[in-house]
């Protein structure tokens, strides 16, 4: 087994790959398609992307075209963050899965408990109505898990109100540096799976000094030593790259960081300015 095929299990028993492939970002067309390929061609197993980032035609494309079997790949997309109805939701499912052109997902997620043009809005009552629609979506069985992104503590109490369907997934702002202690403590608490976005930060962590210290004694680079710092902290990563080289890299984490600088590396401040987190975390 390595990085990208050994699997965390969900409370509902699906296995989720422990390295997810990010296209956040990643334009529709000829470069998300060249992306995912070269990911699948690289070994990763699980792609991620949200109808938000409008590529799924392009991801899914990739995918359908790969030689690696349907079953074995993990996908993963995301209703909008706007979308606070239940016939919405139900219809903006069945546009991601249009776009996608596959049989089922594997993970569905509430993208935010806002609309992003209105962060921190108070959206517990559309959420729940949401949810309802999410837990219909999973009975259907056109997806194998369920879950939300961008959720803090309050947004999953809101929904374990009425959830008769926990979630399983809360992707989140999550790296060294800055790894949102009462979001994860909760969400392990209720047996719920971080998953990391943004988890190479930004270029503070390159040009720090301790952290390269760090990264040569394993002959890493400083993304894999990130990378594999948020996976030994039982969260998945979900790294976003478009250059070979980049996602080539990403994908070389078959190596354990101490004990003792897994201690140092928990206590790093962070380096990234604060305009980079989301306002309603931390």
């Not at 095929?5 to 790959?17: E, K, M, Q, R």
């Not at 999953?156 to 999550?174: F, S, T, W």
């Not at 210290?213 to 969260?235: C, D, M």
């Amino acid at each position: 087994m390595s990085a990208l095929t050994d699997t965390f299990t969900l409370s509902n028993g699906v296995g989720i790959p422990k390295v997810g492939f990010g296209t956040w970002q990643i334009p529709n067309g000829q470069t998300t398609y060249n992306a995912v390929t070269n990911a699948l061609n690289e070994g990763y197993r699980h792609i991620d992307t949200a109808l938000a980032y409008g590529n799924e035609e392009s991801v899914g494309k990739a995918i359908r075209d790969s030689k690696v079997d349907r079953k074995d790949i993990f996908v993963t997309s995301k209703l909008p963050a706007h979308t606070k109805t239940y016939e919405g939701a139900l219809k903006d499912f069945q546009t991601t899965m249009d776009n996608l052109n596959i049989d089922y997902l594997d993970l569905y997620i509430i993208h935010a408990p806002w609309p992003w043009n209105q962060i921190g809005k108070n959206c517990d009552e559309g959420n729940q109505d949401v949810w309802r629609a999410m837990e219909e979506i999973y009975a259907s069985k056109k997806v194998r898990a369920i879950g939300v992104s961008n959720f803090a503590v309050h947004d999953l109490e809101n929904i374990q109100k009425i959830a008769k369907v926990q979630p399983m997934v809360d992707q989140i702002q999550y790296y060294l540096g800055f790894t949102e202690p009462k979001i994860t403590e909760f969400t392990q608490k209720n047996n719920i799976l971080v998953e990391a976005y943004s988890p190479l930060a930004t270029g503070g962590l390159i040009h720090n000094e301790q952290i390269n210290q760090i990264a040569e004694k394993y002959n890493v680079s400083v993304p894999q030593l990130a990378l594999r710092f948020v996976i030994q902290n039982g969260v998945l990563p979900l790294p976003k790259a478009i250059h070979v080289a980049h996602i080539k890299d990403n994908a070389q984490l078959d190596f354990e960081i101490s004990a003792e600088d897994m201690v140092a590396l928990n206590k790093f401040p962070d380096t990234s300015a604060a305009e980079h987190h989301n306002p309603t975390q931390g």
